[in-house]
């Protein structure tokens, strides 16, 4: 059974950085791209970022980059997304997901919250 | 960038009865790439349909998907409880991913 854990959200002030983490078990880490999808309060889904099962490419949204860093830790099965600079507009429920480009998003972690606010 | 857009924003039915959901794109896209997944309160995202129609594991067969181009339908044949949910339709087939604005699917 696919497992996704994900952990590292909370409150943070506007300006201030987060590091999400998600720990990935029951399918061969390695071969597959992961995403990162959030989902403000009451709002839509939408892909904050990906990477391939190498690492060889990534993927970010307008809206953080040049801000957010996605990586991944094969040996230790484990997707991370280093946040910086957030601001309100990035308070949303974050959802690590496996799957990406060319392949559908299979498998959801259960969200973790980040709130930016003062 | 692929924009979807889905209707209708609401619907609102009774448990039995034949629910149908529309996902239009901004252009032609390859339906190997357009899934849909089902969304309730509280609750991460769950995976549906991919590929347009084929359904994904431990979907139950009243779910059914189709289209081409640039309309796509996702169809409940009886609405069952757990049924009344948001749906969201996604175009997976290039970066950047995209996703409809979803559909709720209500009690009448």
């Known amino acids: 059974e696919v497992q996704l854990l994900e952990s590292g959200g909370g409150l943070v002030q506007p300006g201030g950085s987060l590091r999400l983490s998600c720990v990935a078990s029951g399918f061969t880490f390695k071969s597959h791209t992961m995403t990162w999808v959030r989902q403000a309060p009451g709002k839509g889904l939408e892909r904050v970022s990906g990477i391939t099962g190498s690492s060889g490419s990534t993927y970010y949204a307008d809206s953080v980059q040049g801000r957010f860093t996605i990586s991944r830790d094969n040996s230790k099965n484990m997707l991370s997304l280093q946040m910086s600079s957030l601001r309100a507009e990035d308070t949303a429920v974050y959802y690590c997901?496996?799957?990406?480009?060319?392949?559908?998003?299979?498998?959801w972690g259960q969200g973790t919250l980040v709130t930016v606010s003062s | 960038e692929i924009v979807l857009t889905q209707s209708p924003g609401t619907l609102c039915l009774s448990p039995g009865e034949r629910a149908t959901l529309s996902c239009r794109a901004s252009q032609s896209v390859s339906s190997s790439y357009l899934g849909w997944y089902q969304q309730k309160p509280g609750q991460a995202p769950r995976l549906l349909i991919y590929g347009a129609s084929s359904r994904a594991t431990g979907i139950p067969d009243r779910f059914s998907g189709s289209g081409s181009g640039t309309d796509f339908t996702l169809t409940i044949s009886r609405l069952e409880p757990e049924d009344f949910a948001v749906y969201y339709c996604q175009y997976y087939g290039s970066s950047p991913l995209t996703f409809g604005g979803g559909t709720k699917v209500e009690i009448k």
């Open positions: 997901v496996k799957g990406g480009t060319g392949t559908p998003l299979d498998s």
